[in-house]
């Protein structure tokens, strides 16, 4: 089907399965922690950011790993982190064994996001990447839609049986991974040598392309982690009857347009250098913004909030779709799982940058009434590596950027 052998397509189903199975905890992770086990609100929030940090920096050490070794050790050690945390997490009843469980769920969740990946990719031809990177998006929003209605019915008879439950079917999805898929050949730099670490930072380093990208990547997350962030604490605290479900339905919203439309416009876009619907993504995704801020801004009626959530979520399939894309394509064969997994610190990056500065914005904004200038401003945050961009590449005179260097790769 659509050209992709059937390893590609076993490899997408336990993606969607496992993603459900995430979800079947995550949306209660801070209840279970502050109320079920009665931690408090300030050690579920502290906990979560760990699992956060730990998983951005296990996707790091996972691709530099899954580039030395056979990716299918790297799943392995992925599957059995996340056995033992959702078990040890079901058993929980103190801070420092629930501490172990998510920080376990973090190191686990870090290494199957790039290993698979990598295999995923791995087992494709290059002009098929997109549409793998489209699919492992749909994938991935499907499971999150399915998760949470599986979990909640679980979660009100016993939380530990909903954490024991992700435990099992990650430990089917295993069993169904080893059953139904090859064993991927070692990557090109299995054999490690003296020094490679520090030989690794130096080409990721000096790689033009990639920090190119890098900024352009760091930028988009930057704004586009309010739609989770920001977006929902202005709706709420301009609305508070409704704003609930208003975020309900925006996020509904965005699940059900990636769902729907990934594939199809990856489809017709993915013969493009992977650069421009890129960049159209991230103009699109900034648009949203500033759209959302004339909104707001204007006092519209309540329902054009629905316009500039369809405007970005747009940008977000494009721009995630083929930045993936992308950096898969620049990537030098040997160093291809790590720079995947440099896109998870990036995104990581951003969102913190992001965060910190609307979280510092939103008290004073919304008490002057000015909410929506806030969007204009991350809008215009975001915005400025474009101009650093466009001279950057005005700068050089070898023909090496950012449109050039992947054309050929996506």
Not at 285 to 302: D, E, S
């Amino acid at each position: 089907m659509m050209g992709l052998p059937r390893q590609v397509w076993v490899l997408l189903s336990l993606t969607l399965i496992t993603v459900a199975a995430d979800f079947m905890v995550i949306p209660y992770f801070a209840v279970y922690f502050s109320q079920v086990l009665g931690l408090g609100i300030g050690y579920a929030a502290a906990v979560l950011t760990a699992f956060t940090l730990v998983s951005k920096g296990a996707q790091v050490l996972g691709g530099y790993l899954t580039d030395r070794m056979v990716p299918d050790r790297l799943l392995t050690a992925g599957f059995c982190l996340m056995v033992l945390g959702f078990s040890t997490l079901s058993i929980a009843r103190s801070a420092p064994i629930a501490t172990v469980g998510i920080l376990l769920l973090g190191l686990g969740d870090g290494c199957l996001v790039i290993a698979m990946r990598y295999k995923l990719i791995n087992g494709c031809e290059p002009r098929l990447r997109a549409r793998v990177f489209s699919l492992t998006s749909v994938c991935f929003n499907v499971g999150s839609m399915v998760g949470p209605l599986a979990g909640v019915a679980v979660f009100a008879f016993s939380p530990s049986l909903t954490f024991a439950c992700a435990a099992g079917v990650y430990v089917l999805s295993y069993a169904a991974l080893r059953l139904f898929t090859a064993a991927a050949a070692p990557p090109p730099a299995s054999a490690a040598a003296p020094g490679e670490a520090r030989l690794a930072l130096r080409e990721i380093v000096t790689h033009r392309s990639l920090l190119l990208a890098a900024l352009l990547i760091t930028a988009f997350w930057v704004v586009f982690s309010q739609f989770q962030f920001s977006i929902p604490l202005v709706v709420t605290a301009l609305d508070s009857v409704h704003g609930t479900t208003t975020v309900a339905t925006l996020f509904a919203l965005n699940g059900a347009l990636i769902v729907a439309f990934s594939l199809p416009l990856t489809r017709v876009l993915e013969k493009l250098p992977a650069q421009i619907p890129m960049l159209g993504g991230f103009l699109l995704t900034l648009l949203g913004f500033l759209l959302l801020a004339a909104v707001q801004g204007l006092q519209a009626p309540y329902a054009w909030i629905y316009v500039p959530i369809v405007v970005l979520t747009v940008g977000e399939i494009l721009f995630t779709t083929f930045a993936n894309t992308h950096i898969a394509a620049i990537a030098p064969p040997h160093r291809l799982a790590t720079y995947l997994g440099l896109l998870g610190l990036l995104s990581g990056l951003g969102t913190a940058m992001g965060n910190a500065l609307t979280g510092a914005l939103v008290p004073p904004l919304l008490a002057g009434g000015l909410s929506w200038l806030m969007w204009v401003i991350i809008a215009v945050v975001a915005a400025l590596p474009l101009a650093a961009l466009t001279g950057l590449r005005g700068g050089r005179a070898r023909p090496q950027s950012l449109i050039h260097s992947s054309s050929h790769g996506s």
